[in-house]
């Protein structure tokens, strides 16, 4: 009996350990491709912005969204380092800092996904509605807003300079572990509550423009493609203008966003209610909690006509 329990126990161990390593190779698999593609929409995005005459209003706000999206897998990087246990323990500057960054990423990653549908919304009101007044604001309007989501959630995000302590080879019922080196300590109550409710006004807030802004395209949608209906002749098989293709190009993006947020949301949620999270579980919160930000840009180039002819110039020049 002693013989098959641990033979059991070992093969557990075995089949526990090879899941690990799967998890392990899935994250830096994601990272990978998830950095490559957003460095691609970054330097398109940035060169639009900057070099062409006319930019599109969206041009700053996807950069920027691949700029949040390139720092947040950076932080990924390291930390996923750290929980596949990396032999250098980190110190708490080194805690604090990617813990900061990675959480104010997260935080600003929803503003901008939220700014590109409101923008995107306002590209495609008619003439006469109410949005159109907002098609001739000058870009530095755009600049300006952006900068005002980094400050902002760079500063409700503070308490993580306080509340990340560095922790490697200690276990308490007082610290929630974030990596293997790094853990989070029960702050003051007052800056807890007021940490919460920042974060809950400003993710309702932009929940409720996210949803009103999609609501107003789906609208749009709707009667564009009544209309062509009754132009287009029933012999010719209706295309989607390139307009409709980007338009459901956001939606879907604004769709898997909205699933990924209340799916990090909830296992967040229960990890802090136990105040206690596993190596395994926390891998699998980091692998599914990142895909947004490794899929978006994939979306988004797939609806870039330029990069795509750029890329198979690239591919068939190598190959």
């Known amino acids: 009996m002693a013989k098959i329990f641990t033979f059991n126990s070992t093969n557990m161990k075995k089949n526990r350990l090879s899941s690990f390593i799967d998890i392990r190779n899935a994250i830096f698999s994601e990272v990978a491709i998830g950095i490559l593609a957003n460095t691609i929409l970054l330097l398109f995005h940035a060169h639009n912005f900057l070099l062409e005459h006319r930019p599109k209003s969206t041009d700053l706000t996807i950069g920027n969204l691949a700029l949040i999206h390139i720092v947040m897998l950076l932080t990924v990087a390291f930390m996923a380092t750290d929980t596949f246990g990396s032999q250098k323990t980190w110190d708490d ?53 952006t900068l005002f989501l980094w400050v902002f959630n760079m500063f409700i995000n503070g308490s993580f300079l306080l509340s990340t302590i560095a922790t490697p080879n200690v276990t308490s019922a007082h610290l929630l572990r974030v990596t293997e080196s790094c853990s989070l300590r029960p702050v003051i109550h007052f800056l807890r509550y007021v940490q919460f409710v920042l974060r809950t006004i400003q993710d309702i807030c932009l929940l409720g423009l996210m949803a009103l802004s999609s609501g107003y395209m789906v609208t749009l949608l709707y009667r564009h493609k009544r209309q062509t209906q009754h ?41 802090r209610m136990l105040w206690d999270i596993d190596s395994v579980r926390m891998c699998v919160q980091m692998l599914v909690g990142n895909g947004y930000a490794s899929i978006s840009p994939l979306v988004l180039i797939s609806t870039e006509k330029r990069i795509i002819k750029v890329l198979k110039y690239i591919w068939v020049r190598w190959h």
């Open 93 to 145: 500057i080194q805690c604090k800092l990617v813990v900061y960054l990675y959480s104010s990423m997260r935080g600003l990653s929803i503003c901008a996904t939220c700014l590109l549908s409101v923008l995107w919304a306002i590209t495609l009101s008619p003439r006469n509605s109410r949005l159109a007044k907002f098609k001739l604001r000058p870009s530095h309007h755009n600049l300006y807003c």
């Open 231 to 271: 132009l287009q002749s029933t012999k010719l098989s209706p295309k989607a203008s390139p307009g409709e293709r980007a338009t459901q190009t956001i939606l879907f993006l604004m769709s898997f966003f909205v699933v990924m947020y209340f799916w990090d949301i909830t296992v967040s949620w229960f990890s």
